[in-house]
């Protein structure tokens, strides 16, 4: 079955720093990989998206890899600031229709 | 734009009641949807996703069902609830022009 792992342990690091979270998976290449954002008690937000197809990714202050050979994205938050803390999870799209998530990696940015 | 609307918000019920969680979409037609639960601390888990009215694929076989009785509604139900049907759910929509998923607030549901 599908495995997608993301660091559990929560990310602290200073504002203005750059974050860079980790999503690893196993067993099948994804025709593409998303990011999103999940603040508290509420549902998550679409981020960005990358293709099975495209290295990288970028939008404002976000940038997403995305290696197939290593079965590896890793998503950056360059210029952090508190405003970005929350959870960041990464999903795996099969089928153009089959959405697998990650448990998510807790980002802490500290003014 | 795309809108998702769940409720109830906050659900609290005894092990052995029916549920009955509902979905309805905005401004979209035919969309694809999808609930999820997540358990505290943890991932999305992918429960039911549909295509299409009356059609429903289930993708961890568990308590729980799922209906799509009109284009933009979507409920998940069950006869009995158990302990560990307990998390929040959450239902999402695809919107096919970015492949992105949007999704409702969530509904939590607590079983005692």
């Known amino acids: 079955s599908q495995k997608i792992e993301q660091n559990s342990e929560a990310l602290n690091i200073q504002e203005g720093k750059t974050a860079t979270l980790t999503c690893n998976y196993t067993?099948?290449?994804?025709?593409?990989l998303q990011w999103y954002r999940q603040d508290p008690g509420r549902g998550p937000v679409f981020l960005l998206l990358i293709r099975e197809n495209e290295k990288e990714k970028r939008k404002e202050r976000l940038k997403v890899t995305f290696d197939t050979t290593l079965k590896q994205s890793l998503f950056h938050i360059t210029a952090s600031q508190p405003a970005d803390s929350a959870t960041y999870l990464c999903?795996?799209?099969?089928?153009?229709?089959?959405?697998?998530f990650g448990s998510g990696t807790k980002l802490n940015v500290k003014p | 734009s795309q809108t998702i609307h769940q409720w109830p918000a906050t659900l609290v019920q005894p092990v052995g009641s029916p549920l009955s969680l509902e979905c309805t979409v905005e401004?979209?037609?035919?969309?694809?949807l999808y609930w999820y639960r997540q358990a505290a601390g943890r991932g999305l888990q992918l429960l039911f996703y549909s295509v299409g009215i009356g059609q429903i694929s289930s993708e961890v076989p568990q308590n729980l069902s799922a209906s799509r009785p009109q284009d933009r509604q979507f409920i998940l139900s069950s006869k009995k609830l158990l302990l560990s049907d307990s998390g929040f759910y959450l239902c999402a929509g695809l919107y096919p022009f970015t492949g992105e998923l949007f999704f409702g607030e969530g509904s939590r549901l607590t079983v005692l």
């Open positions: 999903a795996l799209v099969r089928n153009f229709n089959k959405f697998y």
């Open positions: 067993n099948y290449s994804p025709a593409y």
């Open positions: 401004g979209t037609s035919n969309p694809n």
